[in-house]
């Protein structure tokens, strides 16, 4: 009985177990390919090394543990632990926990946590439940409703965030009435919805200085660089509001990147407009449903409630001190 690193042969009796476990229903996780399992979970990357340990009995692998280490923002991640069912509830995979928790700080002794959250760059898509195989592509936390919360919690993790998955479908999506209403009230003060122009509009580097979010700011000036459909709220050419980009995932997923309103401008139902626009030109270009997660006490939840987008799943953000393991 031992904790070691990782060997090519166990690979292949690992993948069968993960996915054993998928079958049953056991975990949310979207089946993937051998080689795409190998290279999240036991591949080594240069930006953002993997840390990954199996427990054997035996000789015979019975569990694994991968995290991800970002150097640049000096952050150690937990991806993912399993241990096989029959060997559960017997410390094993405290053993597991362990081991990582200490390679981390004797190898990285500047990282003061393991967090286990959606910024992790090592993503991993799951099933939305009750749906014909929708997915959503990261997993923001530790959900709520598995023995994961319990374990992690037991193991000296701390909850810091909840975080709460919504869904809806959208193939037969219009405006309700009070959003007509809302387009209406804008047009009269000369706020318009539409997609970006950049013969028309101006001030994106304005809205984004307000809304503070680096990576709004990327993703956004990416997809218009790709020339990528961008939906913008705009009074009088002046961008004050965004949402996108207009993309459509192979899954027929509508994808979503956040939306901001420039803070002269809320109040106003600007963001109810510009969610709603999203949701009807995913639509027409062929979306089936929409998935997202945003903190329990983010106000921008309303918004998606108001759209009929209903919580699907809660997370745990959930972090552990490592600097005296």
């Known amino acids: 009985m031992a904790v070691r690193n990782v060997k090519t042969k166990d690979i292949p009796i690992l993948y ?3 996915h054993q476990s998928i079958a049953c229903g056991e975990l949310l996780y979207k089946p993937m390919s051998i080689e795409l399992f190998t290279s999240k979970f036991f591949d080594q990357h240069q930006t953002t090394p993997l840390i990954s340990y199996v427990f054997e009995i035996q000789g015979v692998p019975k569990g694994f543990i991968s995290g991800v280490i970002d150097p640049s923002k000096a952050k150690a991640y937990l991806t993912m632990i399993f241990v096989e069912p029959s060997s559960r509830h017997q410390g094993y995979g405290t053993l597991l926990l362990n081991h990582l928790e200490h ?4 190898e990285y002794p500047s990282i ?3 967090d286990i959250l959606f910024f992790n760059p090592m993503t991993l898509e799951w099933i939305i439940p009750h749906t014909d195989n929708h997915d ?3 997993a923001p936390g530790v959900d709520y409703d598995s023995d ?5 919690k037991k193991n000296g993790y701390i909850e810091f965030a909840k975080q709460n ?3 809806r479908n959208i193939e037969r999506y219009t405006y309700s009435n009070s959003t007509e209403g809302y387009i209406q009230s804008l047009n009269k003060n000369n706020i318009e919805i539409c997609l970006y122009d950049q013969e028309k509009h101006h001030g994106f580097q304005g809205l984004f200085d307000d809304l503070k979010n680096s990576y709004w700011q990327t993703e956004i000036t990416q997809a218009i660089q790709d020339n990528k459909p961008v939906l913008v709220a705009s009074h009088e050419g002046k961008i004050i509001g965004f949402t996108g980009p207009l993309c ?4 027929l997923r509508g994808y979503f990147a956040g939306i901001g309103v420039h803070s002269a401008y809320r109040g106003l139902s600007v963001g109810k407009v510009l969610f709603a626009a999203l949701c009807k030109q995913l639509s027409v270009l062929g979306a089936h449903y929409m998935s997202l997660f945003t903190g329990e006490n983010n106000q921008a939840r309303k918004i998606y409630e108001r759209e009929n987008f209903i919580i699907v799943r809660s997370w745990a953000n959930m972090r552990k001190e490592i600097k005296h393991v």
């Open 16 to 18: 069968k177990m993960w």
């Open 103 to 106: 390679e981390v700080h004797k």
């Open 112 to 114: 003061p946590t393991i």
């Open 136 to 138: 959503h592509p990261n």
């Open 148 to 152: 994961a919360y319990v374990f992690f």
């Open 165 to 167: 998955s919504y869904y």
């Open 248 to 251: 459509v995932q192979s899954s």
